[in-house]
């Protein structure tokens, strides 16, 4: 492992100086879409305001016979159109594809400015970051970048998630990670061909009462998912990234998808991918928080100003544990009020009220 102090040291002469702090913006969804259609391509000026990251997909999805129309599609992307406050992201192919250098070397060299984050798959350990780490400061350096594009790991075999917080550590780049249930899957030998969720066969079952042998028992299903997410969202946080829940594959089972959704938002999970507009609505329902629950969270912290003490707050104690988890909650409503004026409406907080409270709390 590299030493901690050359961590802000750039990994190539002229390259930018690794960011010392992940930047926090709304990132409810990231919307995947292929930008080898031109049909996609053209409707990206009424998309990008709707969603918060916006990814030119390179890898899984995308047919051999058309990558090189997906990046050129992502460059053309990059380099004509005005996305506002709309991040820019892509995936690039997996490291062990013939295309990833390509990929790498274009998007850094043609659109390395508008670009703020690289997804990469199926990382499998630091080693893969430590590659494009070192590789993304050559590239940029030589483009002239004046910041560094961050990294965002995806888990997608079994060894990935057994290395997640070695690989959440590895570099300064890490932005995030993405959870990917579908090639886990496959990699764990599990025994389904779901895209993310629950199944109806992986359950719990109340024992048998006495006496009533035969008669039905209540069982439940479970979520098989919930071990790892939990793992990747402790790794993350642990150094400042920001963890994602990744694809949900049924995409007429809007229940399903927001209520895979909804229990990565409670773990700690701050965003989740989309891959159909109808996905859109369900990520920012979900992970914008509840109106009534953060003016609960604000009338804690307006009874509790300085986070101290044990107060009763409609029955329920309240002291510097909660006061933290209502100001996680009411930080995040500020962050949403300001791009959001209709969330700003819900929350009580007027956007330039919200940018004030939030440019206090960085000057603190």
Known sequence: MRNPRAFETPLAIGAPHPVSEIPVKPSRM??????????????????????????GNLEDAVPVDRKEAARSGLLKVGREMDLGETALWTRVNALDSPWVLDDLT????????????????????PWDIHYVDRLLAQLEAKAGLSRPILLHAIL?????????????ASSPR??????GPADLAASRRMKTTRVGGGHPGYRTIADPEQGSEGADRPSYQQDPWHYSIARMVDACTAVG??????????????????????????????????????????AKRVFSPDPEEVAFAKRVIEAIPDGRGVHMIDGKMQDDA???????????????????????????????????????????
């Open 106 to 125: 274009q998007v850094v060299s043609e659109i390395g400015e508008k670009l703020e984050v690289i997804m990469v798959p199926k990382v499998e350990g």
């Open 156 to 168: 997608e075999t079994s060894l990935g998630v057994t290395n997640l917080e070695a690989i959440a």
């Open 174 to 179: 890490i932005q995030g990670m993405s959870f």
């Open 322 to 364: 909660t006061w933290k988890q209502c100001e996680v909650m009411v930080k995040l409503a500020q962050m949403l009020a300001e791009k959001d004026p209709e969330l700003a409406e819900l929350y009580g907080m007027h956007p330039s009220s919200a940018s004030g409270a939030r440019a206090g709390d960085e000057a603190a």
């Open 30 to 55: 990231i919307h995947f879409l292929d930008f080898s259609n031109e049909k996609m391509v053209a409707k990206v000026p009424q998309v990008a305001p709707t969603v918060d990251i916006l990814l």
């Open 241 to 282: 990234a920001l963890p994602f829940y990744g694809p949900y594959g049924d995409i007429r089972d809007t229940v399903g998808c927001e209520t895979q959704f909804r229990a990565a938002f409670l773990l700690g999970c701050v965003g989740a991918w989309s891959l159909h507009p109808d996905q859109i609505a369900i």
